[in-house]
């Protein structure tokens, strides 16, 4: 099929109406041309070469430790706390979310930037930034002349037929979606966010989502990236089954390192992108940026960073799948490893990868599996001698977190001795329960089976 004859005129009408600055437009734009012309985004495997030789963050000599607490004052936190955690249920930014010892996640967040001394900056969306500037102000942080946070743009669902503006005037919000987090670079240039850092003399940033509680500013890891020079350095882990449809780390023919998420993998290669053995790392999501070589390669490129395209073929209305095709164009802040000459990825600990994306996660979160240390880490309790138990709760009655606190009003129960449980059915926890080896627990469908305060399982 021919494609279309590029028009985005009617894009950018839309977006200027919606108060969108220029460069975002230009960048929007930017990835609407390649879209036009038939690019798919995708990365084939033949392009792509396994990661290899990548240093080890427990390896790294202690005595860096020294060389990064000497750069935290030039150092900020930054979290991607765009997110309403719609999948849990939530209708508020899902940073608002209590998660551990009666605080929520953003509640960590900043007694952690507080115990590093850094300053914390949100990047927000047009639906979190009220309610999360609000909570953040309880806190009291030092007012450092820093912006608290920045928004993330929008931009508009393009048909799959015909490539033009999706509108849905019954709810007009639909219309448009959010560009991904590889938008935190733009957006930090058109908030003006990254010019005042760099003029207050800040010169690294440690990037992370705010529902990963394992990302915390390590001493050890910001020498490492100071006194290495690379202008970004990425966290990656290595990789479980429940990691099989997480971006994964790879090479490209020139040697570049490349992150290459699941929408980006033709169809016929899944099989490889899902081969733990040859492709080991997955990306965290976590990145340290140097604030100083961001500015640059903007300036260059006269703002448009130019990230590989993500294509994400979806209805336009999530809830309706009669609904229109649409595309949605969106980049990954992680992918600008390969655009960064020098760029470096960092193997390190799984407990440095801790998000919460479904209620099982916060269930063992919650739990004494793990502690809240005095300087706001949530560690795994070394009381714990197994690996993170496996939960899987009945999707039916456990989904939302109202669920799931309904059915465990006294809190969760007692995992630290548990491998696996297997939750199916209505079942409602008592206080104090305590749970060890693996545990499967089923209640007839239509009744509800109540665990007994105490009880051991």
């Not at 998660?99 to 914390?120: H, N, R, W």
């Not at 820093?146 to 709810?171: C, M, N, S, T, Y």
Request: proline share 9%; charged share 25%.
């Amino acid at each position: 099929m021919t494609p279309p004859a590029v028009d985005f005129e009617p894009f950018e009408r839309l977006m200027t109406g919606e108060g969108l600055p220029p460069i975002a437009i230009r960048t929007f734009a930017h990835y609407y041309a390649q879209l036009a012309a038939g690019h798919t985004g995708l990365l084939p495997e033949a392009e792509l070469e396994p990661a290899t030789g990548i240093p080890d963050a427990d390896a790294l000599d202690p005595a860096l430790a020294a060389a990064g607490r000497r750069e935290l004052s030039r150092t900020v936190m930054l979290k991607l706390n765009g997110g309403l955690g719609t999948g849990m249920g939530l209708e508020r930014a899902k940073s608002l979310l209590v998660v551990k010892d009666g605080l929520t996640f953003l509640d960590i967040i900043a007694g952690q930037a507080a115990a590093a001394g850094v300053p914390l900056i949100l990047m927000n969306s047009f639906s979190t930034r009220g309610d999360s500037l609000a909570r953040l102000a309880a806190h009291r942080l030092p007012d450092r002349g820093l912006p608290a946070d920045f928004l993330q743009h929008k931009v508009p669902k393009i048909l799959v037929e015909g490539l033009r503006p999706a509108a849905w005037p019954r709810e007009p919000a639909l219309a448009w979606c959010p560009p991904g987090h590889g938008d935190l670079y733009t957006a930090l240039q058109t908030s003006g966010a990254l010019k005042r850092l760099l003029a207050a003399g800040y010169r690294y940033a440690f990037v992370s989502n705010a529902d990963n509680l394992g990302a915390t500013i390590d001493p050890v890891i910001l020498g490492h990236v100071a006194t290495g020079g690379a202008p970004l350095v990425m966290e990656v882990a290595d990789r479980t089954p429940a990691d099989r449809k997480g971006g994964h780390l790879a090479r490209d023919r020139d040697g570049r390192l490349v992150l290459r998420e699941l929408a980006q993998c033709p169809p016929a290669d899944e099989a490889f992108f899902q081969d733990l053995r040859r492709h080991r790392y997955f990306n965290t999501n976590t990145l340290w940026l140097d604030l100083k070589a961001v500015d640059d390669v903007l300036r260059r490129q006269d703002g448009i960073l130019g990230l590989p395209m993500i294509r994400n073929r979806k209805t336009l209305d999530p809830r309706d799948p009669g609904s229109p095709a649409v595309y949605q164009l969106e980049t990954a802040m992680g992918a600008a490893i390969t655009l960064f000459p020098g760029a470096a990825a960092l193997r390190v600990p799984r407990a440095r990868f801790a998000p919460i994306k479904h209620t099982s996660d916060l269930l063992v979160v919650r739990s004494d599996c793990y502690l809240l240390e005095p300087d706001y880490r949530v560690v795994p309790n070394p009381a714990r001698t197994l690996p993170p138990p496996v939960v899987e709760l009945d999707p039916a009655h456990y989904r939302f977190v109202d669920d799931l606190e309904r059915r465990f009003p006294a809190g969760a129960p007692s995992l630290i001795g548990c491998r696996r449980l297997v939750v199916r059915g209505d079942i409602r926890f008592g206080h104090g329960v305590v749970l060890k080896g693996e545990v499967e627990l089923t209640a007839a469908p239509g009744t509800v089976r109540e665990i007994p305060d105490n009880s051991y399982l």
